[in-house]
């Protein structure tokens, strides 16, 4: 097996981690290549070993990419490698990780059982939002929120059905994998990833009946601002954004491109929920640490 190696630049534990696991694979005969800033990291005695290559490269080399760090850290991994087929195997180095579902506790474990085949795979929802001739990714979701402490109204439609005109602090376009982060936040629903979903929370409505909204994700969703202050921001996952004018029209549809998230083999959806969540916990089976 070929194993790409990605982690979080502004996370030293996260490069420390990841050259661990580096060695790890090595020591269970599999290739290993780098970013060139993580092969400094690697042990001496195994940097001869790694080869290091830009990210954009992984995709020609690497059967399985591994990202070191939080859900920030592969939402970044897989806006990069949006065009490959490669299943991507998310560590968590930082705190809730909804997605970086393995624990660096359970590390030399998790890679063992990469290496075995002990995992699934699982294919999660892309959109892509398309902005005059830009185009956007995003595995979570695309925000479109103010830019001053004055509101902003946005206009949604559903295919050429008007939805309405959402006046708040701004919008969320939320895919299921998404559902448990911003939009979760703002009191959207969590979704199960294999809905074909996606769901619209206002930010801060100034309308109390104004509530989040699932719709099937064959539709295909415009946007466009009505009224501002001053150019709001168009966000895709939290990282990438554009100024946007009432000018500008958005239009969201789902991608044909697939994220593929390697998962545990004995687990579900379900029990992330409990113990992310902390659903039914109690005192008993969690200590202190409730």
């Known amino acids: 097996m070929r194993v790409a190696l990605f982690d979080n630049i502004e996370k030293p534990e996260s490069a420390r981690y990841a050259a661990m696991a580096a060695a790890k694979l090595l020591q269970l005969g599999a290739e290993v290549c780098t970013t060139h800033e993580l092969a400094e990291h690697v042990e001496e005695q195994y940097r001869e070993r790694v080869r290091a290559l830009d990210v954009s490269c992984f995709e020609k080399y690497a059967d399985v990419l591994i990202s070191f760090g939080g859900d920030g850290t592969l939402l970044t991994a897989a806006n990069r490698m949006i065009n490959s087929e490669i299943p991507i195997m998310a560590v968590n180095v930082g705190k809730l990780g909804f997605l970086a579902e393995f624990s660096v506790r359970e590390l030399n474990s998790s890679l063992e059982n990469l290496i075995r085949g002990n995992y699934r795979v699982v294919d999660r929802t892309i959109l892509e939002a398309h902005i ?12 479109i929120e103010k830019s001053t402490s004055r509101m902003i109204i946005v206009e949604a439609f559903a295919n050429t059905h008007l939805i309405g005109a959402y006046r708040s602090d701004g919008l969320i376009v939320t895919t299921p994998t998404g559902s448990t982060a911003y ?10 990833p294999s809905a074909n979903v996606l769901c619209l929370t206002p930010i801060c409505p100034h309308t109390l009946t104004l509530r989040p909204l699932v719709l099937p994700d ?14 709001p921001t168009f966000v895709a996952d939290g990282q990438t954004s554009i100024t946007v004018t009432p000018d500008t029209e958005i239009v969201i549809r789902r991608s044909s491109a697939l994220l593929k ?28 640490d409730y």
């Open 132 to 143: 005059d001739d830009n185009i956007l990714y995003a595995v979570n979701d695309f925000v």
């Open 183 to 192: 939009s979760l936040s703002n009191g959207g629903p969590i979704i199960t």
């Open 218 to 231: 064959t539709m295909e969703i415009r946007l466009q601002v009505t009224d501002c202050a001053a150019p």
């Open 261 to 288: 998230l390697i998962k545990p083999q004995e687990s579900s959806y379900y029990d992330l929920l409990r113990k992310k969540l902390l659903w039914g916990a109690n005192a008993e089976n969690h200590g202190e």
